[in-house]
């Protein structure tokens, strides 16, 4: 799954670089899911609602997001999201956030696969399954 910056995380790290801007990033992160395409500001994130979804929460730090190769970032730990206790839809995007709900979108992407979510379902992304990356 590729996944691109956000306009709000593009502009934090472009006045970071070239204004010396402060930015502290996000101790913890949010990996999300969406049904519909969400947007590059971030906005159109359609979450399933109960049924056993919530954001999974991330420590933001080398061991889960290892050092960048060649312009791309990817997760160095498996992601797993709890058991779908009813019926989630059809995931198409996944994003990272700095809140537990509402929050910064900093990256969102299209899965490289849409997945129908059925009760029962344990929604995860494998080890370096995210591509992470400005372009």
Same mark, same amino acid.
């Given at each position: ?8 995380? &593009?502009? =934090?790290?472009?006045? *970071?670089? #070239? ?10 992160? *949010? ?9 590059? /500001?971030?906005?159109?994130? %359609? ?19 290892? !050092?960048?190769? /060649?312009?791309? =970032? ?6 797993? #999201?709890? !058991?779908?206790?009813? /019926? ?17 979108? *900093?990256?969102?992407? !299209?899965? %490289?696969?849409? =997945? @129908?979510?059925? &009760?029962? /379902?344990?929604?995860?992304?494998? @080890? ?8």
């Amino acid at each position: 799954m590729a996944g691109t910056f956000s306009n709000y995380l &593009e502009n =934090k790290l472009l006045d *970071y670089a #070239f204004s010396v801007a402060a930015f502290t990033p996000a101790a913890t992160l *949010y990996i999300g899911l969406s049904t519909t395409t969400i947007a590059d /500001d971030g906005s159109n994130i %359609t979450e399933p609602t109960a049924m056993g979804y919530a954001r999974v929460a991330i420590t933001n730090n080398a061991t889960n997001f290892p !050092a960048a190769s /060649d312009g791309v =970032k990817a997760n160095g730990a498996a992601i797993a #999201f709890a !058991a779908a206790t009813g /019926d989630w839809g059809t995931i198409t995007d996944f994003f990272i956030s700095d809140a537990a709900s509402g929050g910064n979108i *900093y990256v969102a992407g !299209a899965l %490289t696969t849409p =997945k @129908i979510v059925t &009760e029962g /379902d344990t929604p995860n992304i494998a @080890i370096n399954g995210l591509g992470l990356s400005l372009a």
